[in-house]
């Protein structure tokens, strides 16, 4: 029988974000923290790579001397178009790396408040950077999804995968045991239409056990992965998360 072991607790915080928000208030830090990380060098227009940047304090905007474009930090990325605060984004970071066997949405929206769709969104969000991060061990999930679609069922099939490819024997036992990491975590059995989400999360939480810089890979994840649209993370045409789902 496979015991699923709880990954041991990654760093939680990067101290400069501690820093910046005891200098500049909670969500001023926050932001500073997230350009810090995005831009290293300096802020550059994210529409012509400019280096001419304006900041524009009543609009809380950047503004490209050359092209005009405003923007702010979360443009072109996963954080891109959500009127979540970007405090509210790293604490949801902190609290999902923070918790060994995940942090379901009906948990983060007590902490942040606003509607449970909202938290859903930012979790999922969160998982589908952390997904794009992890591209080179796709293969293993979309394998355990053809030959394990149901939590009640004990072994694989054989049918071949949606890219018609056969799957090495080694391949269905290492997606499986993923599957199986996934389903001992706090999300229970979730829904299969986000199980790539879900393992997605479980992955990066081993992949980063007892890193120092956990968090901060997290956020940079974030940074780096495009916008998603909320009809990205919903199959179904009319879905909508119910407050009692993860």
Same mark, same amino acid.
């Given at each position: 029988?496979?015991?699923?072991?709880?990954?041991?607790?990654?760093?939680?915080?990067?101290?400069?974000?501690?820093?910046?928000?005891?200098?500049?208030?909670?969500?001023?830090?926050?932001?500073?923290?997230?350009?810090?990380?995005?831009?290293?060098?300096?802020?550059?227009?994210?529409?012509?790579?400019?280096?001419?940047?304006?900041?524009?304090?009543?609009?809380?905007?950047?503004?490209?001397?050359?092209?005009?474009?405003?923007?702010?930090?979360?443009?072109?990325?996963?954080?891109?178009?959500?009127?979540?605060?970007?405090?509210?984004?790293?604490?949801?970071?902190?609290?999902?790396?923070?918790?060994?066997?995940?942090?379901?949405?009906?948990?983060?929206?007590?902490?942040?408040?606003?509607?449970?769709?909202?938290?859903?969104? %930012?979790?999922?969000?969160?998982?589908?950077?952390?997904?794009?991060?992890?591209?080179?061990?796709?293969?293993?999930?979309?394998?355990?999804?053809?030959?394990?679609?149901?939590?009640?069922?004990?072994?694989?099939?054989?049918?071949?995968?949606?890219?018609?490819?056969?799957?090495?024997?080694?391949?269905? %036992?290492?997606?499986?045991?993923?599957?199986?990491?996934?389903?001992?975590?706090?999300?229970?059995?979730?829904?299969?239409?986000?199980?790539?989400?879900?393992?997605?999360?479980?992955?990066?939480?081993? %992949?980063?056990?007892?890193?120092?810089?956990?968090?901060?890979?997290? %956020?940079?994840?974030?940074?780096?992965?495009?916008?998603?649209?909320?009809?990205?993370?919903?199959?179904?045409?009319?879905?909508?998360?119910?407050?009692?789902?993860?």
């Amino acid at each position: 029988m496979l015991t699923v072991v709880a990954p041991r607790r990654p760093s939680l915080v990067d101290p400069r974000l501690d820093e910046l928000v005891e200098r500049l208030g909670l969500d001023a830090g926050a932001n500073a923290y997230l350009e810090e990380l995005r831009w290293p060098d300096g802020v550059t227009c994210v529409r012509c790579g400019s280096a001419r940047v304006g900041f524009l304090k009543t609009r809380i905007k950047h503004e490209c001397r050359d092209c005009r474009y405003q923007f702010r930090v979360t443009a072109g990325t996963v954080l891109h178009d959500s009127h979540v605060s970007a405090h509210k984004w790293l604490l949801a970071v902190r609290l999902m790396l923070e918790s060994g066997e995940g942090f379901p949405a009906n948990r983060l929206w007590a902490v942040i408040g606003g509607s449970y769709k909202t938290s859903w969104f %930012v979790e999922h969000r969160v998982r589908a950077a952390m997904a794009q991060a992890l591209l080179d061990d796709d293969r293993a999930v979309m394998v355990a999804l053809a030959r394990a679609p149901d939590w009640m069922r004990a072994e694989p099939d054989d049918s071949p995968l949606e890219d018609g490819t056969e799957a090495a024997p080694e391949e269905v %036992v290492r997606g499986i045991h993923l599957l199986k990491q996934v389903a001992g975590s706090a999300y229970r059995r979730p829904s299969l239409d986000h199980l790539r989400a879900y393992w997605a999360e479980t992955r990066w939480r081993m %992949v980063h056990i007892g890193a120092d810089d956990a968090y901060r890979a997290t %956020v940079l994840a974030l940074l780096t992965a495009g916008p998603i649209p909320y009809s990205q993370l919903t199959r179904h045409p009319g879905h909508r998360p119910a407050a009692s789902r993860a």
